[in-house]
């Protein structure tokens, strides 16, 4: 075979080149004839030749290189907890007080193909791969460490549909180092940018490539489906949650896992158990029904149908729960783990991670789709999910206001409110906010980050404010809040000044 100085095939190594010429496109991995046809941005003409190519050249096998910010996912819910417990881990020095590096860096080597980290400097980064180094160097990956990979598929124009990977993404994107611009590589399983987008969506189905179900297992339309990875853009589904804590204690994970195998498994515990019944912010609850739902996975016969003609041999049902030990030993034992233990379980760093995820208050009037002309909000709490608000927002005195995965095109204005919690948004126009007496969060803990282009001014709230990890084209200026704005330990990126209160933002 004909292969470049990095090792990859000549085809993978002009993909390569398209990553560092124009950021887009792929390391290649494998050669096979390009699946895209003629009149595709892909198509024969595209996809020959000496130069860059684009990226809906690329094949099933190929690992491209990509940014978060460009991921579309092909599924609605993910288990909170299981992100909380990965960003309760990845803010914690506990890793390097044991000697050891922080999992984030063993996640990110293992998602882009490379093992495990190797080193990892002072002050390393995620969106900075110089600062650090994986065990299994570019241009060597191996079979089983392309095995860990995740996956996508090529659509219409070139986009990109992770398939498998929105708990570990999203737990990048809203880690300490998080944003849209972080670099990671994915396995691509299929090229489908040739067909039209209905055409796309159908083959998605038939082949079970996307989920199309809410976080009460009821269907949903393509078109409700997330337009871009971060927490706020999911919906929030616990029975999911069980499931990744049940792992090797009810199932395990087989060699042979099918697309979506967590969710079937939450499926048919939703049958079972009502997690409505347990408190699920405090170990001891969770624990119980961790163990219980568990011990009913376990005790399935090998063949029982689970969900969608799958049985439990299938999705991996355990031969013996918690490997045939007492609760006291085995997964079980170190799930228990309280968060003052050396290493502690995986449960208790996701619920001391929750405690920090400050609560959106009720809605009382809901907001989706396109709104056009002035808002003024006198009373109650208004929602605004996945909303187009074309026109400035206003929030009088005792009311509240929440902006989830929304454009504004105007100015947001606040004055004695009491709430503003502004979360994965995007606000062109001042954003200003004053007196609020209860919490004023715009990004933080469970709440992905926005982009802001305007000024940012927040003056003399008295409830607490988060400002984290945003995006501000403008100045901020901040005085007179009690107590002072608080990044959360994730600085925010902004072109222009900061005075008072936020020059250290």
Excluded at 217 to 235: C, H, M, W, Y
Excluded at 388 to 403: K, S, W
Excluded at 471 to 491: H, I, Q
């Amino acid at each position: 075979m004909n292969r470049s100085s990095t090792g990859l095939p000549r085809r993978g190594a002009r993909l390569l080149a398209g990553v560092l010429a124009a950021g887009t496109v792929v390391v290649g991995a494998s050669t096979g004839a390009v699946a895209a046809g003629p009149g595709s941005a892909g198509g024969a003409g595209a996809c020959a030749g000496s130069g860059p190519l684009p990226r809906a050249c690329a094949q099933p096998g190929d690992l491209i290189d990509v940014t978060l910010g460009e991921l579309h996912p092909t599924q609605a819910v993910l288990g909170f907890d299981q992100v909380f417990y990965k960003l309760g881990r990845y803010g914690s020095d506990r890793d390097e007080a044991a000697g050891g590096f922080n999992k984030r860096f063993d996640d990110w080597c293992e998602t882009n193909g490379q093992g495990e980290a190797a080193s990892v400097r002072p002050g390393a980064r995620l969106d900075d791969p110089a600062s650090f180094s994986c065990t299994v160097p570019l241009g060597q990956e191996t079979p089983k460490s392309i095995a860990q990979m995740k996956t996508a598929v090529i659509g219409p124009g070139g986009k990109l549909y992770l398939t498998d990977g929105h708990h570990t993404l999203t737990s990048f994107l809203e880690g300490p180092d998080g944003s849209t611009r972080l670099p990671v590589r994915l396995r691509v399983t299929d090229n489908f940018s040739s067909l039209s987008t209905t055409a796309f969506w159908q083959r998605m189905t038939a082949e079970k490539k996307v989920r199309l179900r809410d976080e009460n297992n009821k269907p949903l339309a393509v078109e409700q489906l997330p337009d871009r990875l971060g927490i706020t853009s999911f919906r929030d589904d616990p029975y999911r949650s069980l499931v990744y804590f049940t792992r090797d204690i009810g199932y395990e994970v087989p060699d042979s896992a099918t697309e979506f195998l967590e969710f079937s498994w939450g499926s048919w515990l939703r049958g079972e158990h009502d997690t409505a019944a347990y408190d699920l912010t405090s170990p001891g609850p969770y624990l119980d029904l961790v163990k219980s739902a568990s011990k009913s996975m376990a005790a399935l016969a090998p063949d029982a149908v689970v969900d969608d003609g799958k049985t439990a041999a299938q999705l991996g049902r355990i031969a013996e729960w918690n490997g045939g030990k007492k609760e006291t030993g085995g997964e079980f034992a170190k799930l228990s783990k309280p968060l003052t233990d050396a290493k502690p379980g995986k449960l208790a760093e996701a619920l001391d991670y929750k405690s920090r995820v400050l609560r959106a208050p009720a809605c009382t009037t809901k907001i989706t789709g396109v709104r056009n002309g002035p808002l003024t909000i006198t009373s109650g709490v208004t929602c605004a999910d996945r909303a187009a608000l074309r026109g400035p927002v206003t929030v009088r005195a005792g009311a509240a206001l929440v902006l989830t995965g929304s454009t504004l095109q105007g100015p947001l204005h606040s004055d004695r409110a009491s709430a503003i919690h502004v979360c994965g948004s995007s606000v062109t126009g001042p954003l200003a906010v004053s007196r609020t007496t209860g919490p004023v969060r715009v990004g933080g803990p469970g709440c992905t980050a926005n982009a802001v282009t305007g000024a940012v001014v927040l003056t003399g709230n008295t409830g607490g404010v988060l400002l984290a990890a945003n995006k501000v084209t403008g100045p901020v200026a901040c005085s007179g809040n009690l107590p002072a704005p608080d990044t959360t330990g994730r600085a925010n990126e902004v072109h222009g000044p900061r005075t008072g209160q936020c020059a250290g933002v």
